[in-house]
């Protein structure tokens, strides 16, 4: 099973980043996706989510209105675009697959993300 996440970087202030997901060695349509975010003294915390299906879509607050998630089960990829990046959304971000039957999940080991002028 291997999650790869690629694209994160530096950005200023106000601009934007898309981070990309890449997926293999499991049967990608049956999990649902999440990107996850950890900066530096803090939890790791969600993001975004999307169902296996892309039927259900949520968002955390702090990122509501900037943030897209988005996934192609033909490409078994999961993308996150975000917008009007702010210094706070500086972390590392981190890819997840999950089911609840039977209860497995994956990690990608990360892509950084720093938002700084």
């Known amino acids: 099973v291997q999650l790869v996440e690629s694209g994160g970087g530096l950005v200023q202030p106000g601009g934007s980043l898309g981070l990309s997901c890449a997926a293999s060695?499991?049967?990608?349509?049956?999990?649902?996706m999440s990107w996850y975010r950890q900066a530096p003294g803090k939890e790791r915390e969600l993001v975004a989510l999307i169902t296996s299906g892309g039927g259900t879509i949520n968002y955390a607050d702090f990122v509501k209105g900037r943030f897209t998630i988005s996934r192609d089960n033909a490409k078994n990829t999961v993308n996150l675009q975000m917008n009007s990046l702010k210094p706070e959304d500086t972390a590392v971000y981190y890819c997840?697959?999950?089911?609840?039957?039977?209860?497995?999940?994956?990690w990608g080991q990360g892509t950084q993300v720093t938002v700084s002028s």
């Open positions: 997840n697959a999950a089911r609840l039957q039977p209860g497995d999940a994956y």
């Open positions: 060695g499991f049967t990608f349509s049956s999990y649902r």
